[in-house]
């Protein structure tokens, strides 16, 4: 899926500022190079049905392995390792005797302390990963996981790890066997090491993305093979609402196009992101926040949500605007399957320029059924005129007003809104009662 910063952003996906993001939500890797990883999987959605479901069936399986997941292996033991390769410390001896050993403590102390102390977190890694291949061995593993795990056993298959395999802890060695081990590992597997972090990140971010899926119920996206551009919902809401209200969503060739209305505050943004942050997660290959998920794979996902002006450019709000529509029409051209999210369409100019422009993007958007839109807008008169096209869906969210406060329910429901409530708002905030005191 083709996804750029933009969108990204819109979504919510990283942090902007000082907001919070999926990303930190959803990050429960056990290491920094796992989180790293994992920020990399996030930005970088995946192409086809095969490897999502690849990655589906990985993180399931780390689910199901989680009670017996190796624990040798934690972010202070990666951090030791990395840093042992760069410590100036005297030669290690290779084969030292008793006495060597005991000239090398004694003439050497910090150095010896330093080499003993690596060494214990480079067995716990080596031993990690042992563990983690036996926890595999019984199982069909899939293609992407099993090649992950097939170079890890390349790597570690060495004659100088039987000693590893043999004991249960550093602990269990002689300071002879110790720098022995410290020797070889500094000294000959040294990329080998490096490499074997890179492996661990790799696991360590789906470990991280499987401990997500079972910590807030996310469930697997079903993706189904179909011409046309299909998402189907129910149950879905927004990981960083609070408490969220549920939505039940389809989207199709026959109602590609869903036209949102209600009054601000009243749950627009965050339905627009909840949808388009679920078909993202997807094609990542994680779990939703929803009950049940079905949707075709698409090729690209593009928003128009929080457009700024450019000082330094010279270029306003509304060029912005018009300038992001005219990239999304470009994208729609090439005919593969988008998802189209706008959020408040044309918020740079008057009302009336507005309804005017407004109505010329949807209908011309309205043109392709080879993908999704979602676009909301408090311009609720221009819905009469749509009416007439077929492929359109009314939907939008009900505030009540009891006793001059706002309600919102943040329910979905058939039609379009027409609330007008800005005046309100102004006056339950004391701004309008402020004005007349000034």
């Known amino acids: 899926m083709e996804i750029d910063k933009t969108t990204l952003a819109d979504l919510l996906m990283f942090n ?50 989680q009670a017996t997941w190796p624990t040798q292996i934690s972010n202070g033991t990666v951090m030791v390792v990395e840093k042992f390769f760069d410590s100036p410390i005297s030669l290690i001896p290779s084969h030292p005797s008793v006495m060597e050993t005991y000239s090398y403590k004694l003439l050497h102390g910090p150095d010896f302390a330093l080499v003993t102390y690596s060494v214990k977190h480079c067995f716990d890694f080596i031993k990690g990963f ?61 990329h080998n090491m490096l490499d074997l972090v890179v492996l661990y990140a790799k696991i360590d971010a789906w470990y991280g993305m499987a401990m997500a899926v079972k910590k807030y119920d996310l469930v697997f996206p079903q993706f189904v093979q179909n011409n046309d551009p299909v998402i189907e919902t129910k149950g879905l809401y927004h990981l960083l609402v609070q408490e969220p209200v549920a939505y039940d969503v389809i989207l199709n060739q026959k109602t590609n196009f869903l036209f949102l209305t209600g009054a601000n505050m009243a749950g627009k943004s965050t339905f627009i992101k909840s949808v388009g942050a679920a078909v993202f997660l997807a094609h990542v290959g994680t779990g939703v926040p929803a009950k049940e998920m079905k949707l075709t794979l698409f090729d690209g996902l593009l928003s128009n949500i929080n457009v700024s002006d450019n000082i330094a450019k010279g270029e306003s709000y509304f060029y ?113 009662d402020m004005l007349e005191k000034i």
């Open 16 to 65: 902007n500022g000082e907001e919070t993001s999926v990303y930190n939500k959803l990050d429960l890797c056990s290491t920094t190079h796992g989180s790293e990883q994992l920020r990399i999987n996030f930005a970088t959605a995946l192409k086809t049905r095969d490897e999502i479901v690849d990655v589906q069936q990985i993180l399931q399986l780390i689910i199901k392995k």
């Open 130 to 190: 042992k563990v983690l291949l036996n926890l595999f061995s019984s199982e069909t593993v899939p293609a992407t996981l099993k090649k992950v795990l097939s170079s890890i056993e390349q790597i570690i298959h060495k004659e100088q790890f039987t000693i590893v395999e043999n004991h249960k802890s550093c602990d269990e060695l002689s300071n002879a066997q110790k720098l022995k081990l410290a020797h070889f590992i500094r000294y000959g597997f040294k």
């Open 320 to 432: 912005n605007e018009v300038h992001r529509i005219k990239n999304t029409i470009i994208k729609l051209s090439n005919g593969k399957k988008w998802l189209i999210l706008i959020d408040e369409l044309f918020k740079g100019t008057n009302v009336q320029d507005a309804m005017k422009c407004s109505s010329t993007v949807i209908e011309g958007l309205l043109k392709t059924r080879n993908s999704l839109f979602i676009l909301s807008t408090h311009l609720y008169e221009i819905g009469e005129g749509l009416k007439k096209y077929p492929n359109i869906d009314f939907k939008y969210f009900e505030t009540s007003v009891i006793n001059d406060q706002l309600q919102f329910s943040y329910h979905l429901k058939d039609g379009i809104s027409n609330d007008r409530l800005g005046y309100l708002i102004l006056k339950r905030e004391g701004v309008v």
